[in-house]
Nanobody
Framework: QVQVVESGGGLVQAGGSLRLSCVASGMTTNINSMGWHRQVPGKQRELVASVDSSGTIRYADSVKGRFTISRDNAKTAVYLQMNGLKPEDTGVYYC?????????????????WGQGTQVTVSS
């Protein structure tokens, strides 16, 4: 099993910055990607940013140019630097760890989530 712990959320004024951190522990082999998702009440959880094992990075269009994701493979950690925050960035941010497991000889995907950290941007 993988344990995922996020930190760094909080309340900030529009235009401000926050840095989110996520550390994975436990069975952290065969990680395909790590990333951040955001959820607001009444909406589906959406991808904010992710980085895969080859270093390929994806961003939601709404955060391009403002958010930067980085990964520390040695620490099995991923960070999200959020600059130029807007009220619409408000939500609960979840860290996701996607890996492959082979319980019966066949590789299957496994997804682990943290408990989430609240980000609130006031106007």
């Amino acid at each position: 099993q993988v344990q995922v712990v996020e930190s760094g959320g909080g309340l900030v004024q529009a235009g401000g910055s926050l840095r989110l951190s996520c550390v994975a522990s436990g069975m952290t082999t065969n990680i395909n990607s790590m990333g951040w998702h955001r959820q607001v009440p009444g909406k589906q959880r959406e991808l904010v940013a992710s980085v895969d094992s080859s270093g390929t990075i994806r961003y939601a269009d709404s955060v391009k140019g403002r958010f930067t994701i980085s990964r520390d493979n040695a620490k099995t950690a991923v960070y999200l630097q959020m600059n130029g925050l807007k009220p619409e960035d408000t939500g609960v941010y979840y860290c996701n760890v996607a890996r492959r497991v082979r319980p019966g000889g066949v590789w299957i995907p496994q997804s682990s989530w943290g408990q989430g950290t609240q980000v609130t941007v006031s106007s």
